[in-house]
């Protein structure tokens, strides 16, 4: 496969507003940062107003765009999945349609890849204007809860918006599970990842593209795609019935030992409460173990190499999608071999 020095991956889903003005800043930045080495993928998520004719105007006249019609709405992360599967690039910067994540940031975010031998720059938003006091609180609860819940580091108060290497992109793309929730599945991946601050400017035009409902999927899919925290509560649960029922059973012998309780509370109670206790303790079992089929089912890589130092005996076991640079000169992220 031919490969651009750089790719912009952007999904949109009733931008008709943004596409034209999106075009001519984007555009304007990757000529400014790579010449003419570079594409733009439009992903035309469904759209039921004009963005499918507008994207199709714009490709007319520019031999660097890349549009994707996808054949209904498949929501945001999908969307981004799909373009990111067709782009090229040697690096891959990921945004959003309605210019909230302004794409005069790549140079700076080019810079710190290079200064800081990074394979990921991502951007941490900052001040927000002009999104609802709801909107900003719940989604800062939302990525604090979510640190909370995962072992992986997702980092806090970030979107999408992102530049990546080739090879941190071909590792994200080894993983195959259905449910994406993108940011958190480049934080998984591990490489160096940097952090750039940003204030979020305002949608340029049109009413958000994630209504609470669509956020509420987001939010799901990433605390079931990250964590098995809400399986394993029935094996908490059930921990802590069983030291309760310890006390139970106390109150409950004493009772009986003193000849205060009616007749057949006693082996009532204890029925209940041993019940009670038995069956959160196997309900948590159970959760235990569907928590690692859930994990197994993912089949995601099982390890991500960086880099291979030194001769390697017979063919090294890279895992499932890594590539390697061989001298530990070489700066991360921008010589790649891929083993394939
Ligand atoms: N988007 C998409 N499919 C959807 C919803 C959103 O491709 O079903 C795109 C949308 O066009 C935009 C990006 O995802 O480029 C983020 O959406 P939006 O800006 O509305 O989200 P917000 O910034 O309000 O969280
Ligand atoms: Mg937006």
């Known amino acids: 496969m031919t490969s651009k020095a750089l790719s912009i991956v952007i999904p949109c889903y009733n931008e008709e507003e943004c596409v034209d003005e999106l075009h001519r800043r984007v555009s304007a930045v990757a000529k400014a940062a790579v010449g003419e080495d570079h594409e733009i993928i439009l992903i035309n998520d469904g759209s039921r107003d004009s963005t499918w004719m507008k994207m199709q105007a714009l490709a007319a006249r520019d031999p660097r765009l890349v549009i994707i019609n996808l054949s209904r709405n498949h929501g945001h992360q999908l969307a981004l999945t799909a373009g990111l599967d067709l782009s090229c690039g040697r690096e891959i910067l990921i945004l959003d349609a309605d210019l909230q994540d302004p794409p005069e940031l790549l140079p700076q975010m080019r810079e710190a890849m290079r200064n800081l031998g ?114 394993r509560f029935a094996s908490h649960a059930g921990l802590a019935l069983v030291g309760l029922s310890v006390l139970i059973l106390a109150y409950i012998l004493i009772g009986w030992l003193r000849g205060t309780t009616v007749e057949g509370w006693t082996s009532l109670m204890l029925v209940v409460v041993l019940l009670g206790a038995a069956q959160m303790f196997v309900l948590g079992m159970i959760g235990e173990y569907l928590g690692r089929l859930y994990l197994e089912a993912k089949k995601r890589p099982t390890y991500i190499v960086a880099d291979v130092i030194g001769p390697v005996a017979g063919s090294p076991k890279l895992g499932h999608h890594a590539s390697t640079t061989t001298t530990s000169d070489t700066p991360i992220g921008s010589d790649i071999r891929p083993t394939k």
């Open 118 to 231: 990074a394979d990921v720059v991502y951007a941490v938003r900052g001040k927000r204007v002009g999104e609802s006091f709801a909107k900003r609180a719940t989604a800062s609860l939302f990525y604090r809860l979510l640190a909370k819940l995962t072992d992986t580091d997702i980092p806090l108060d970030t979107g999408d918006f992102r530049l990546m290497s080739r090879r941190a992109l071909d590792a994200l793309m080894a993983m195959p599970e259905q449910a994406r929730f993108v940011r958190g599945m480049v934080a998984w991946i591990g490489f160096k990842q940097v952090p750039i601050t940003y204030d979020r400017a305002e949608r340029l035009a049109g009413e958000t593209k994630y209504p609470f409902a669509k956020m509420f999927g987001l939010a799901f899919d990433a605390i079931t795609g990250f964590s098995t925290a809400p399986l």
